[in-house]
């Protein structure tokens, strides 16, 4: 289905691509503050996440065990790394369903991750059935109880959230200050960017200065978000499932604006003018029909 030339370049727009991406960033850190269970004292327990993190960090018997224990997930993490490399990503997504996304080596470092994180899941159950059969092992078994409060685990799903979102708005600014499309957007921004090292400096000063920052916030609870609110912005189970749910499809909106731009030559009706004979993308709206 063709999409709409007019609707392509605003949705492609540079202001439009840096609101989504900061406003999944602010809504993160929003649906973190206002979830009770970031201030719960209760144990985390999370299905799958919680077997890998339990089988790595802790419940050691001592001992042999804690060697077996250890070269158990050490194995599971090769394991899953060579399987996610060589029979998930090149040989099932590459050779036999031929997704482009997995081209070559595009993807691998994602397909791996998963695949660790599976095989850390079977591997937990492996060593689990042998506790099992040696006896009177019960409370050293893998479970999905992490062995940590649901505050502290939230502290570090907070800190993820901040360096996946935030890495990815950087990068999109950082993009958007090279862009070619859209020629008469910040020319002085823009110029400035590109020169000598501007762009290495700043894109690493502000990611270490905003991270160390953030870090510094959530560890210690220096800022409080229910003295800050005072009711002002009141949630519950209902609205913070639908602020979820706006999360992913802004995640997804973020993927969507990143899809190029068609080099479309020549301008039938209904198309715009794209290409080396017009002055770029930033005459498509004088061109539209």
Known sequence: MDIDPCFRYYFQHPWSRLFVAYLVTF?????????????????????????????IVNKYPGGGWSVLKVMSWLMAIVTGMFAGKFIFHRRLFGRYLRLKMFREDHGSWMTMFFSTILFLFIFSHIYNLILLM??????????????????????????????????????????????????DWGKAARRFWKQGNHRIILFWTVLITLTSVVLLVISTDWISWDNLNRGFLPSDE?????????????????????????????SP??????????????????HCK
């Open 238 to 266: 209902v609205s913070r499932a639908f602020l979820a749910s706006f999360i992913l499809v802004f995640d997804l909106l973020i993927v969507m604006q990143a899809v190029s731009h068609p080099a479309v030559m020549g």
């Open 134 to 183: 040696a006896g009177s092992m019960g409370p050293h078994m893998v479970t999905e109880y992490m062995g940590i409060r649901n505050e502290s685990f939230m502290k570090i799903a907070a800190v993820g959230t901040w360096m996946g979102d935030f890495v990815t708005a950087w990068m999109v600014t950082d993009m958007m200050l090279q862009d070619q499309h859209y020629p």
């Open 27 to 55: 809504c993160n850190f929003l649906i973190f503050a206002e979830d009770p269970v970031s201030h719960s004292q209760t144990e985390a327990h999370m299905i799958v996440v919680g077997n890998c993190f339990s089988f």
């Open 269 to 286: 009706i209904g198309w715009c003018t794209i290409g080396p004979a017009s002055s770029g993308l930033a005459g498509v709206g004088r």
